[in-house]
């Protein structure tokens, strides 16, 4: 099974708009990652959270964690078409495990 | 050049013919990963290492066997390749630490096996 899990698993947006997506995991963490994937490339890291952060911002995107909830949210404002990617969350840095991803499309 | 790099890009096998896909990192990063990835299942872990002579398994495990003799080498290796292990495999690598753990991922290998 898999430590964090994405939600939604695909999102469509207008240019301009804002992209949320969300990432549930199980056990406790000491960081959380957030990746993207743009098609048929390798993953390149977007940002890290700690566990004793509830707010991380980088550019566009907002990182929040809730780890009352094991939960943590990506927030990109502003989309343009070159987000268009998927994203993935991962937890435990040592063995690095990710979730299925969210499949962003932001159409022009 | 610096960095992580995966070879080959694309191979194609026969069943039951063994195969060994490459890494090698230049960062001397002690944690390295192999990932598979298909359709409908995101990116899953076969196995991954936190130093030279130590790995383990990851979720997807079977099939597969790994070595890492020296810290920038981590070659994944099919001893007898399946239809079902036809994907696209990467390789990560980091340093691991609380303080960073930013994984850089390879190209990736698109492997068919026919």
């Known amino acids: 099974s898999q430590q964090g899990e994405e939600d939604p698993q695909a999102l469509s947006i207008q240019e301009g708009e804002n992209a949320t997506m969300n990432c549930s995991y199980k056990?406790?963490?000491?960081?959380l990652q957030w990746y993207r994937q743009n098609s048929g490339r390798g993953l390149v890291h977007l940002i890290l959270?700690?566990?004793?952060?509830r707010e991380k911002h980088s550019g566009r995107l907002r990182v929040t964690l809730d780890t009352s909830k094991k939960s943590s949210s990506l927030l990109i404002t502003a989309s343009r078409a070159a987000d268009t990617a998927s994203y993935f969350c991962a937890t435990d840095a040592r063995k690095l495990i990710f979730g299925q991803g969210t499949e962003l499309s932001v159409k022009p | 050049d610096a960095g992580i790099t995966q070879s080959p890009r694309y191979k194609i096998t026969e069943t039951g013919r063994q195969v060994t896909l490459m890494c090698h990192q230049t960062?001397?990063?002690?944690?390295m990963f192999w990932y598979r990835q298909d359709l409908g299942h995101g990116l899953r872990l076969i196995y991954y290492s936190a130093a030279a002579d130590i790995t383990d398994k990851g979720e997807v495990p079977d099939g597969y066997v790994v070595s890492r003799s020296k810290t920038e080498n981590f070659p994944l290796t099919l001893e007898s390749a399946t239809r079902s292990q036809t994907s696209v495999y990467f390789c990560a690598s980091s340093e691991g630490t609380y303080m960073n753990t930013e994984a850089f991922f390879g190209q990736g290998t698109r492997l068919t096996v026919v």
């Open positions: 056990t406790s963490i000491n960081n």
């Open positions: 960062w001397s990063h002690s944690y």
């Open positions: 959270i700690r566990s004793n952060e």
